[in-house]
């Protein structure tokens, strides 16, 4: 590993925190600040097609097979998670845009950058891409299910499917194939081996800078409501907080080992919030505040992960091999 690498990777959490700040200066400082809106899945995407270099592709086939773990993701994911959304959300129930808001964001589960925090934690990210198709079907069909029950037949005559299948392909399956040839043309020629490596020294840069244009985008927006949204933040930092206890609960419940129950943590934990921004935003002018909801829950989120990647592999330690006497 050449120097600057080792020296990105050590300063890592300093630097993600310097970009968070970055993005939050300039969001709420430079006019149309907001246009930086359109490098959020090009930046994503090229994250994730790193982040996927660095996932050995046979093992995906493994995790697949892994009944254990799939059963433990969508238990904590959508039978969990929204009773805790649920009752996160009576704190806002007598208003509309933020109830709405605050549900579509808490029931949908991340299946793209929480790969990368979850690797980044010692994470087992092989088996969240293995899970994230499982995910992404089980969000569309059982999103418009709770918003019926928590807000009523309003709620589910907003929810499109095309924000879902578009960030699928997009931050998924485009990566993930780019991905697989990339490995395919390493293990035949120099050139590979190259891109690969350039890619995988990439990481950190890549995700310094996803994390500074997702922040840059939204940031102004959230300054305006200001007022209106600081409820919120206790209520997604509060979600993070319980979800981090109960994924710990949920890894030891299902018997999973460490990777898979620092990855466990990481599903329930973090929410689709660029997926689902889309739909916020084409919902009708009395829920005109929800697309900001679901902002500052990324925002929140983003710096609850840098706290994660360090948080996580303490509550779920590796496992002291015991010493074998001579």
């Known amino acids: 590993m050449t120097s600057p690498v080792a020296w990105l990777e050590r300063h890592q959490i300093g630097l993600y925190l310097v970009a968070i700040a970055a993005g939050g200066a300039i969001g709420v400082f430079l006019p149309a600040a907001e246009r930086v809106e359109v490098a959020i899945y090009p930046v994503l995407g090229l994250l994730l097609y790193a982040t996927f270099l660095g996932v050995p592709f046979a093992s995906i086939g493994a995790a697949l097979r892994d009944g254990r773990f799939l059963a433990a993701v969508l238990v904590l994911n959508f039978a ?43 994470g087992a990210s092989e088996r969240l891409l293995a ?24 709620g589910v ?7 879902f299948a578009e960030a699928f392909l997009v931050l998924i399956v485009v990566p993930l194939a780019a991905a697989a040839a990339t490995q395919a043309l390493a293990a035949r020629s120099r050139a590979g081996r190259n891109l690969e490596s350039a890619m995988l020294a990439a990481m950190v840069p890549l995700m310094m800078a996803t994390l500074l244009v997702v922040v840059a985008s939204q940031a102004g927006t959230v300054r305006m409501q200001a007022s209106q949204l600081l409820i919120l933040v206790p209520i997604y930092a509060g979600f993070l ?78 496992r002291r091999m015991p010493r074998t006497l001579p």
């Open 241 to 318: 907080v319980v979800m981090a206890v109960l994924g710990v609960g949920a890894g030891r419940l299902f018997g999973l080992d460490v990777p898979s129950r620092r990855a466990l943590v990481f599903s329930g934990a973090t929410r689709n919030s660029l997926v689902v921004l889309p739909l916020a935003l084409a919902l009708p002018a009395s829920l005109a505040l929800a697309p900001v909801v679901v902002v500052t829950q990324t925002l929140v989120e983003l710096i609850g992960m840098v706290i994660y990647v360090r948080l996580v592999p303490t509550l779920v330690p590796q």
């Open 131 to 154: 899970a994230a198709p499982l995910l992404m079907l089980a969000q569309v069909l059982l999103l418009p299910v709770y918003l019926l029950l928590f807000i009523g037949p309003e």
């Open 80 to 122: 969990v998670v929204p009773l805790v959304a649920y009752g996160l959300s009576r704190f806002v129930a007598d208003r509309p845009a933020l109830l709405f808001g605050v549900l579509l964001v808490l029931l949908t589960p991340c299946i793209d950058y929480v790969i990368v925090f979850s690797g980044l934690a010692g």
């Open 157 to 163: 005559a907003v929810v499109d499917v095309g924000p």
